[in-house]
């Protein structure tokens, strides 16, 4: 346990260094003016006391109002066409009106859940405040069982959506492990080094041997990004407390959300601090004792979905399929680099050693004590 969570203990609101919030920052008073006008706020104190960062990603700004705290987000421009705008403001929308950890979105004066301004897209919800994720068991389990539910309500809001329309923006991993691959591979900042060109080869091939793998798994809405650093946690209980970040969102499989957090709360991949930016050296194994807590608490919570083999199977195909592209991904925000890819390529072999021990743990586990599919 806690393996690869070093860092002291962050309460966001008072020590946000290493945070993601501190990338950038909404600074340009008219600017800031004028969206918080279109959402009914007219004054507010900016949190200031927080420094100011700059990145390529997006802004963010903590306002302080008469009626608390809220947090501006300028969305990334990879997430902000109508459509996926649209469809994330919805989801965010159904499942902060049933779980109170989903911050909620506040509506401008026409009632849309976001504003255009410039050539940007802002969304303002609620603040929560809360602790970060360092391996505690308590964290792992509540981070489970609130993927869980929202893996439970995303079903209603399927139905929801899809009676005034069809739903879209789909997610592919397979697609998106590629495109992470070639972007990588283009980079031009990185020379045509052996080592480049080894590393590369490995990931393609792998991703390759994987791509009719997958069987297709339960479909329904997904958050798409269900890591460490888009949750908070309260400080003295472990449980969730805040569930952040619905820029990924889509349709897809729930098995991808599993996948990812197993990857990623299981210290199967190690990052900077409580940031989402990835460290090296990369982590060559998912923790096997964490990966069975996650399972457990996750599949004991989830309605629909059964625990048996092809579950586990899936759940590690996806693993299989992630991985590759996450690798790329760290290399091109220079995360890390190819040396690095290649003296951990055997997170490979060790995640099948993973599968297998998973359905000989989980599986078995449940048959001794007689129950059967469901733990
Ligand atoms: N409504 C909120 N209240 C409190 N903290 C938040 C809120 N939304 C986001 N955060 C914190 O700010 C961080 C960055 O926001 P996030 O939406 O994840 O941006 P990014 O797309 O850069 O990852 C999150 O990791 C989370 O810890
Ligand atoms: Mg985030």
Redesign the pocket.
Known sequence: MNRHYKTPKRI?GSDLND???L?NYVEDKETLDNILASFGIYSYKKISKYPVHYSA??K?AIVGTKDGLY?L?EK?KYSDDDRKVDFCAKYQDYLSNRLRQV?TLLKTGDGNPYVRYGNRVYIL?????GSCFMGKERQLESAAYHLAKIHNLSFGFIKAVNSVGKATNKINSVASSRRFIQLADNLTSTSKSKIKQLAISNLDTHLRSMEDRPQPGVSTAIHGDYIP??L?FSPASGEVV?I??F?NCGIGYIEKDVAESLMSFCSGLNYKGSS?NLAAPISRKIDNAQALSFLSSYCRNAEFVTLDKNFIDRVIDEIMVQWPGIMCLGIVRGDFGYLDILSALDFISNTETLRSSLKKNLLQGINKVGKNVRL
Do not use: H, Q, R
């Open positions: 966001y945070s993601d919030l990338l990603t997006c963010k947090f987000k990334a911050p919800s609620s603040y929560i405040s650093s888009n908070l805040g952040f970040d820029d989402s």
